[in-house]
């Protein structure tokens, strides 16, 4: 599946220690006086399923959007790979192999399903308008895009459904379209995928198919880092939690552990934190 | 090429539903003038004549809707501002052709040169004006365009420019009495020395002219519609041209801007670049096509390049459909053959066969006389020949409501072609796979 052959991911362990590939320092936004991210910092393990949770409002997505370029902190740094990418543009993050979904799917309603997967692979050389164009060039489009059609197909059959294959994407229900945006993101050939809220409408039956996915693609070297509602997928899934309330990060640690942190039973409960 | 495959692919073309469709609609509208000119009595060169300006209108305008279709239609960039681009195209040649001795002076260059000038400038300053606007909604950047199109046609007029020096280099727009352009080029195809005013025939010119001199043909249709083939030709490449860059990796990010900008940049585009490049890429062939449009008139002035002139192009584009090539050529030969044409032949018809008199003299008071039931004060105050323009702009109205009500999508109505150099099938997937 790897055409841009992120090779980093073959290697997630080196001298048996895990190696970070995300790393968020002290990262702060506000919006007109008002503070969504006050102060957040965590680390995230190469090759791990990684829960961000937190009640609504906590500052979840807007830290997605601060890590992703959607947005510029008004402090912070955040790291991926060993390179700073603070401040960078989203296409720049994209591009780095950091790519994310969004809360709403937001799949391009116009365009077929398989538009929207053959759009997303990078370095597309048609993506040059002379070589869209000229004869000569274009035969060489035509392959890569021969060897993409291939990759979108596969991924079709992986998230099962090639029987929308040429449906226009605004006509699939909320659950394949949950599917589709994770199939368009993973077609970038990505090493980490930031997920917000990937299971939202989504019915049981194609939650356990989504998650069952999820550690498919784990095996395969992949990293994730999610935003979800539900505690139970949370607990049974990931390899670390991370708490968030109020813009900050409240804890973090084995799902176990999280679970039964007092902090994060009041901050669910809705009780005054003290910290 | 071989003769062999060259067939394969005509016949590969016109077993095309879209390129019959086009061609059903040139033989049409073809027919309908034809018609008009026998009702209103034409000789044969004046018929000829009423299809050639049917025609050249028709390309320029299919060609136009071409243009901004790849940046309204394929990126949803709204581009009020292509009178002003056109302008930019027209001038630039004119400015780089006109002798150093002229009146305005210019650079004396030749043609061709200046044209690839033109495109270039036009395609540089298309760019450079998208830049500001490149972060805007689409409502900011057509508030941009048009300003910025207002600006260029009064600096075009304004007397400071008509003759000017900058730094040491002469050269001038005219002001408002307007530029002379280089005579059409297509002339070199039919006299030995086309420059002159009254030049010979070479051997080509000598056997046409003398062809059809005895059918009351003159010289000057002949050379009219030699600039019409040419033209048209540049259509089918412009049409070719389109659809191969909305079947590209290029086109489908295009669409993908057009329809979330967000996602096309959090899947790792740079869509910044790609939204100046398409810019850019359309303004210079607006410059182009403007510069098909005033060479075979050998004549601009600012007056040609009002904002009226953006939405023509606007409504020819909505006529056929945003997004689809095939909507754009309907739309430009429907707009300029039915709507900008259409109303002077109507009129003439009408004036021809019913002797109207005593036509008011406002719109207003024509409508005022509805009230008694009497429609011939309307009638009369329409043909009249002044009252030309604002029939059409009545006229253009209607339609534009008549179309976002029944058609919003256009004549041709919404259509979808895949963004894909190849087919996406799953078979197609699997023949290759047995190549």
Request: hydrophobic share 45%; net charge negative; aromatic share 8%.
């Amino acid at each position: 599946m790897s055409k841009n052959g992120h090779s980093a991911r073959s290697d997630q362990t080196r001298n048996g220690q895990q190696e970070q590939i995300l790393k968020v320092e002290n990262l702060r936004k506000t919006f007109d006086g008002i503070t969504a991210v006050a102060d957040v910092s965590f680390h995230v393990e190469k090759g791990s399923i990684t829960g961000l949770i937190g009640p609504n409002g906590a500052g979840k997505s807007t830290t997605f959007d601060l890590i992703t370029g959607v947005q510029r902190p008004d402090g912070g740094a955040v790291e991926f790979n060993d390179t700073e990418i603070t401040g960078y543009r989203s296409d720049q993050v994209a591009n780095q192999g950091l790519v994310r979904t969004f809360q709403i799917a937001r799949e391009l309603s116009e365009m077929t399903v398989l538009e929207n997967l053959m759009l997303a692979p990078q370095n597309q050389a048609g993506e040059a308008v002379w070589r869209a164009v000229l004869p000569r060039a274009r035969a060489q489009v035509v392959e890569q895009e021969k060897e993409l059609r291939e990759q979108a197909w596969e991924m079709l059959e992986l998230f099962e459904i090639e029987h929308v294959a040429h449906e226009s994407a605004g006509n699939l229900s909320g659950g394949q379209r949950k599917l589709l945006e994770m199939a368009r993101v993973l077609m970038t050939d990505p090493e980490m995928v930031l997920l917000d809220e990937p299971l939202a409408g989504v019915n049981p039956t194609l939650e356990e198919k989504l998650i069952d996915r999820l550690h498919t693609l784990k095996e395969q070297g992949y990293t994730f880092l999610f935003v979800e509602h539900d505690m139970d997928v949370i607990m049974n899934n990931c390899d670390t939690v991370i708490v968030m309330h109020q813009g900050s990060v409240l804890t973090e640690g084995q799902p176990d552990a999280v679970k039964n942190n007092e902090k994060v039973l009041d901050a669910y409960l809705g009780e005054e934190v003290k910290i | 090429m071989s003769t062999g495959s060259l067939q394969a692919r005509a016949e590969g073309w016109l077993g095309n539903n879209d390129v019959r469709l086009l061609i059903a609609l040139a033989l049409a509208i073809g027919g309908l003038y034809a018609l008009f000119s026998v009702v209103l009595g034409f000789q044969l060169n004046g018929t000829v004549n009423t299809l050639r300006r049917v025609a050249f209108l028709s390309a320029i305008y299919a060609m136009l809707a071409l243009a901004l279709n790849l940046q309204w239609g394929y990126a949803g960039l709204f581009n009020l501002g292509a009178a002003g681009f056109m302008a930019i195209g027209v001038y630039t040649m004119g400015i780089l052709t006109a002798p150093v001795t002229a009146s305005p002076p210019g650079f004396g260059l030749p043609l061709p040169v200046a044209i690839v000038g033109a495109i270039l400038v036009t395609g540089i300053i298309g760019g450079l004006a998208a830049l500001p606007a490149i972060r805007l909604r689409a409502d900011y950047l057509a508030i941009v365009t048009v300003a910025f199109s207002e600006i260029v046609r009064l600096t075009l007029r304004a007397p400071e420019f008509a003759n000017t020096r900058i730094a040491g280099v002469a050269f001038g727009t005219g002001g408002a009495t307007g530029l002379s352009l280089p005579s059409n080029p297509i002339r070199v195809l039919f006299y030995t020395d086309p420059a002159t005013t009254a030049p010979a025939p070479n051997a080509l010119g000598a056997a046409i002219f003398s062809a059809v001199e005895p059918l009351g043909i003159e010289e000057t249709l002949v050379i009219g519609w030699a600039y019409v083939i040419v033209l048209c030709l540049c259509l089918g490449l412009l049409y070719w041209l389109m659809i191969r860059i909305g079947k590209s990796p290029f086109g489908r990010v295009l669409k993908s801007i057009r329809e979330d900008q967000q996602v096309t940049q959090a899947l790792g585009k740079d869509t910044r670049l790609f939204k100046i490049k398409t810019f850019a890429l359309g303004c210079a062939l607006m410059g182009l096509i403007a510069i098909f449009w005033r060479l075979s008139g050998g004549y601009a002035s600012p007056r040609m390049f009002k904002p009226i002139q953006t939405f023509y192009i606007f409504i020819a584009l909505f006529i056929g459909g945003t997004g689809s090539p095939t909507g754009s050529i309907v739309g430009g030969a429907l707009f300029a053959s039915l709507l900008f044409e259409g109303p002077s032949f109507i009129r003439r018809v009408v004036a021809e066969y019913l002797q109207l008199s005593n036509a008011p003299d406002t719109l207003v008071s024509a409508l005022a006389e509805l009230g008694t039931l009497d429609v011939t004060p309307l009638l009369a105050y329409s043909v009249q020949d002044v009252s030309i323009s604002a029939l059409r702009l009545m006229l253009l109205g209607i339609v534009l409501v008549y179309l976002m009500q029944r058609h919003p999508d256009g004549l041709l109505g919404h259509r979808k072609a895949i963004a894909s150099s190849v087919a996406l099938s799953q078979q197609a997937t699997r023949e290759d796979d047995n190549e």
